[in-house]
């Protein structure tokens, strides 16, 4: 169906549901224009409503990260919204999907991505230990942090990473008096200092872009006598602009600040991709003091891409790429089919001929 379109110059339909927030966000409106030039159209769907008697779709691209955890809540009205996209999914094997929904599926259980990005770890990138507390009885999480060796401070951060309305609310946890504050299942992991420098890697199929964003500054021992456990949110202490006092390291903190190196961010990329048969996903990544190692704490599908520059042109290359490979496949398939055939017709051919000599001897 795209092959013969792109070769008869009919546009390709890029069918799509984002929120309405998501939508304003990205500007969405802005990139009508610059799908109309490569020859696409977009057109948004109903998912409340048959999407059959809205195609067909060439692409089909989504972000229902909220859609599925309600799902999985027990919502009927969302389970049902997954099902007829689902099914529609599988009526409609040649629709490119951005992104599958079982690709996304695996980025939003924390953990799980956690064991997926140690297949990735190396002398320069590694994951920062994590375990799943699933207890709220404090004596056996402190047992299994011991066993862990997850030390203080460590981060506690919610199971899942996406859809769902505290996703974001985190905590550090100092020592033993704080574990009674973690609210299981969740997730605690290792908290590495950094220099309160997060960067955000932004991925679209084979392009990406590197973010500074604010974060968390470094602690010490000596803060795990002192403190007692630090509730935040991560979308306020590292949006843009940020100015919380749980940023502010030390002049000489400052020192030892290391310069990122885009090489190793585009390895993560690669990686990243990879593993998770993401085309739209979002990488956390801090740059360890001391050893200059980087590490990835975090994951999410379809992220907000703040201070990406020209995300739709990226958005459109990528797709028109992925179209061109569809189409590839599908004429080797053929050219196969065909090969194979004549093979066959040619086989019969030559054993007829054979058959023919024998009765005339």
Same mark, same amino acid.
């Given at each position: ?28 409106? @802005?990139?009508?224009?610059? !799908?109309?030039?490569?020859?696409? &159209?977009?057109?948004? +769907? *109903?998912? $409340?409503?048959? #999407? ?124 033993? @008096?704080?574990?009674?504050? !973690?609210?299981?299942?969740?997730? &605690?992991?290792?908290? +590495? *200092?950094? $220099?309160?420098? #997060?960067y955000k890697v932004y ?12 974060s968390l500054k470094n ?143």
């Amino acid at each position: 169906m795209c092959e013969e379109k792109c070769l008869t110059g009919e546009r390709i339909v890029i069918g799509y549901w984002l929120s309405e927030k998501k939508r304003s966000k990205l500007k969405w409106n @802005e990139s009508q224009n610059v !799908c109309a030039k490569q020859g696409f &159209v977009l057109k948004l +769907v *109903n998912l $409340n409503f048959s #999407l059959d008697s809205q195609g067909p779709f060439d692409v089909f691209l989504h972000k229902l990260t909220d859609t599925l955890a309600h799902a999985e809540a027990g919502d009927s009205q969302a389970r049902a919204v997954v099902n007829r996209v689902e099914s529609y999914i599988r009526r409609n094997p040649k629709m490119i999907v951005v992104d599958p929904l079982e690709s996304v599926k695996k980025v939003r259980d924390r953990q799980n991505s956690y064991e997926i990005l140690r297949e990735m770890q190396c002398n320069d990138v590694f994951v920062p230990n994590s375990i799943e507390l699933k207890s709220r009885n404090v004596s056996d999480n402190l047992t299994e942090l011991h066993r862990h060796n997850i030390k203080f401070p460590f981060m506690c951060k919610p199971l899942l990473a996406q859809g769902s309305s505290n996703a974001h609310q985190m905590m550090v946890i100092f020592n033993e @008096e704080g574990v009674k504050d !973690c609210q299981p299942p969740c997730i &605690v992991q290792n908290f +590495v *200092n950094h $220099n309160a420098i #997060l960067y955000k890697v932004y991925i679209v199929g084979n392009h990406f872009h590197v973010v500074e964003r604010p974060s968390l500054k470094n602690f010490y021992p000596k803060d795990c006598e002192t403190l007692g456990t630090l509730f935040f949110s991560s979308h306020d202490v590292s949006k843009s602009g940020s100015t919380s006092e749980w940023s502010v390291i030390s002049k000489q903190d400052e020192a030892l600040t290391v310069k990122p190196n885009y090489g190793i961010f585009k390895k993560i990329v690669s990686k990243a991709t990879k593993l998770f048969g993401l085309v739209l996903v979002g990488v956390d990544v801090v740059i360890e003091n001391h050893t200059g190692r980087y590490a990835i704490i975090d994951v999410n599908a379809f992220p907000g891409y703040d201070g990406y520059p020209h995300f739709f042109m990226d958005l459109v290359e990528t797709i028109k790429l992925r179209l061109s490979d569809q189409k590839a496949r599908l004429n080797y398939h053929r050219t196969s089919i065909l090969t194979k055939c004549m093979s066959t017709d040619l086989e019969s051919g030559v054993e007829s001929d054979e058959k023919k000599k024998q009765s005339m001897k």
